[in-house]
RNA sequence: CGGGAUGUAGCGAAGUUGGUAUCGCACCUGCUUUGGGAGCAGGGGAUCGCUGGUUCGAGUCCAGUCAUCCCGACCA
């Protein structure tokens, strides 16, 4: 185990805290609820955020920047939107600080400075950006708009977590506009797969895709999508979420275009987010009692080498053998680093690159550099062993995919282990309890929804897409139903 | 916002009936080390969250205040 981790075991919810921290990713600031995203973790949202960047252009999609304040009066025009978020705004009522004449060397808000109307920090974009699109959309011909803006977003919570939940986060906001309410649905659809692609396929988190329920939908949505994944601790975690608006916006902003036949119409709108929360949930997959595994797609660095010498002539040596091998893998495009720092002992060096999670180890020293071969170590398996120098780079790149399906695959093992299928009231509070995600029967009221919560501080995490229909008896009512929905305590 | 707790060096902690602050990690210097978080020796660093009060004297007692954490309600 490594130096002062606390164990999944005993404490998962002080293990993750100390794995943030003690991998680098990020720390509490002294501005209340706000982190500090530290370079490493840092370096590892920055490589989420390309593939994502990629992804989005490769589907259409364009970068543009909004506004961070929000004037209240467009905040208010959609009104689910309004009631859904009031609760957590930060607001700017003033706009200048003067020197406090009562308290020498203190600033007071200056009373003077008082906005005749107050702006909000947002909390999300669709006021501002519908606001904006009005302008922008006058016939068919301007349709699809499809836009996407990496920003920050303010969002009070009462209680927050290092990248679970913050006060500001760091996300993607994709807003897109269309002329059918078809072509919105199916857009809808596309980024929830993209997302889901994303998520298993380079965080290697397998995801169930559906729909969210009336009462978990997002404020001002006529339907919410959304990827839920599993922790470890057999919590569900929300990972992205993309909503299908309606005209809600469109008519709450009046934003209408001329259609072919010279008719006005409202447009139909989505948006569609994933946040720094990803974060979380990448360390929260895969990672162990020793800190951090990353998949391969996503670690800033994939292969560490570290020197193991006695004397400068040695250090040389293996420097000049070490150059020829890094130089190797980064011909195949393989992110490799060289820490040939003198300050630091190889066991050092071992022990905080597994806590960083690079999955990729080499150890050089001179009996490497005799018998022509290296010793490679594994962080997903924590397995070791010597292998050849000859081909050294072809076998670390399968190596590395090998590495990258070994993730999703155990990911995906363990929710299956994790996934139960319930008849009854007594099994479904024994399944939630041994944590996962539960599969049973609800009549589709919000009520016996609400009533679950309350008794198990379980929600319905979503009715999955292509859900096999099925006959059965709600568990809470015995009222009838005709398929599973998916029930989980959750983040 | 309700319930509970805590603020002492960069981090984690100790500090007795009130007497001017201690330990571990980290940091700096030197020597020996280097294949799993090195050893020894020496050294630097704290107006004890903040404000006020009691006292000859406050980390310690009292009052106020600010902040953080945990458990709830809210949530990407």
Request: hydrophobic share 40%; with cysteine.
């Amino acid at each position: 185990m490594a130096k002062d981790l606390t164990t999944r075991e005993k404490d998962y919810a002080q293990w993750y805290q100390d794995l943030v921290t003690k991998a680098d990713l990020a720390e509490h600031s002294d501005v209340r609820g706000c982190m500090v995203i530290k370079p490493y973790g840092y370096a590892i949202w920055e490589n989420m955020r390309d593939v994502l960047d990629r992804m989005f252009k490769a589907t259409g999609h364009v970068n543009a920047y909004f506004p961070l304040f929000v004037p209240k009066s467009f905040l208010e025009k959609e009104e689910g939107h309004a009631e859904g978020f009031a609760k957590e705004c930060a607001v700017v009522t003033h706009y200048r600080l003067k020197n406090d004449p009562d308290n020498p060397g203190k600033l007071m808000v200056d009373p003077e400075s008082k906005l005749e109307e107050e702006l909000i920090v947002r909390p999300t974009s669709e006021a501002i950006i519908w606001n904006t699109y009005r302008g922008w959309i006058q016939s068919y011909r301007d349709l699809p708009l499809l836009i996407n803006q990496w920003a920050n977003v303010v969002r009070w919570e009462m209680r927050t977590r290092l990248f679970l939940r913050t006060t500001e986060f760091l996300w993607q906001e994709g807003h897109t506009a269309h002329s059918t309410k078809a072509e919105a649905i199916e857009e809808t659809e596309r980024m929830l797969h993209v997302y889901a692609d994303f998520v298993e396929n380079y965080m290697g988190v397998p995801v169930i895709k559906g729909i969210k329920t009336a009462s978990e939908r997002f404020a001002g949505a006529e339907e919410t999508y959304c990827i839920e994944a599993l922790m470890q601790d057999g919590k569900a975690l929300q990972a992205g979420t993309s909503h299908f608006l309606g005209q809600n916006f469109a008519k709450a902003f009046d934003v209408q275009f001329a259609n072919k036949e010279g008719k006005l119409e409202y447009v139909w709108a989505t948006s569609w987010g994933v946040s720094t929360r990803l974060m979380g949930a990448l360390v929260m997959s895969h990672s162990d009692d020793n800190g951090l595994v990353l998949p391969p797609r996503l670690a800033p660095t994939q292969v560490v080498i570290v020197p193991i010498y006695r004397t400068d002539e040695e250090r040389a040596r293996i420097a000049e053998r070490v150059a020829e091998i890094e130089k190797e893998l980064a011909m195949r495009g393989i992110r490799v680093k060289f820490d040939n720092r003198d300050t630091h002992r190889p066991g050092w060096k071992f022990a905080e690159y597994e806590l960083r999670g690079v999955p990729l180890r080499i150890g050089i020293g001179p009996k490497d550099l005799e018998a022509n071969q290296v010793e490679l170590a594994r962080r997903d398996t924590l397995t070791k062993g010597t292998v050849s120098q000859i081909g050294l780079a072809d076998h670390i790149e399968k190596l590395l995919h090998e590495i990258q399906h070994n993730l999703f695959a155990q990911a995906e093992a363990r929710r299956t282990a994790s996934s139960h299928y319930v008849n009854t009231w007594d099994e479904f509070n024994a399944a939630l309890d041994k944590g996962g995600f539960v599969y049973a029967h609800w009549d589709g009221t919000a009520e016996t929804e609400q009533k679950i919560k309350e008794k198990t501080k379980a929600t319905i995490r979503c009715i999955p897409l292509n859900n096999p229909q099925e006959a059965g008896q709600c568990i809470l009512t015995g009222n009838a139903s005709v398929q599973r929905v998916v029930f989980a305590r959750a983040y």
